[in-house]
Nanobody, 125 residues
Framework: QLQASGGGLVQTGGSLRLSCAGS????????LGWFRQAPGKDREFVAA????????HYAESVKGRFTISRDNARTTVALQMNSLESEDTAVYYC????????????????????WGQGTQVTVSS
């Protein structure tokens, strides 16, 4: 249901833009999020956005560097990542779940039912 793309290899300080395409049938009813998992670590929250796109939330480690956005007409969610650091190296996952209210943001992984396949981001120093 979710297809992520845009990962790759980038040098420290560089930028990448991840994108995730969702189902046309349900996308507008879902809150969306990005998570990441580095080798040997648990999956962690990165960013989330509400159904209507008006509310966002970020992990402290990415605040000011990453931006989440959504295009409900094109049923895509993006994660613009700037000033990348080696600690950002991980597999990044997009996730979605039905949200009853248009303003809800969901930060817990267990709050998401649907997950993309993951895309690798590697930041080299």
């Amino acid at each position: 249901q979710l297809q992520a793309s845009g990962g790759g290899l980038v040098q420290t300080g560089g930028s990448l833009r991840l994108s995730c395409a969702g189902s046309r049938r349900t996308f507008n009813q879902h809150a969306l999020g990005w998570f990441r998992q580095a080798p040997g670590k648990d999956r962690e929250f990165v960013a989330a956005i509400s159904r209507n796109g008006c509310n966002t939330h970020y992990a402290e480690s990415v605040k000011g560097r990453f931006t989440i956005s959504r295009d409900n007409a094109r049923t895509t969610v993006a994660l613009q990542m700037n000033s990348l650091e080696s600690e950002d190296t991980a597999v990044y996952y997009c996730a979605s779940n039905y949200a009853r209210l248009p303003t809800i943001v969901q930060v817990a992984p267990n709050g998401y039912q649907y997950w993309g396949q993951g895309t690798q981001v590697t930041v080299s120093s």
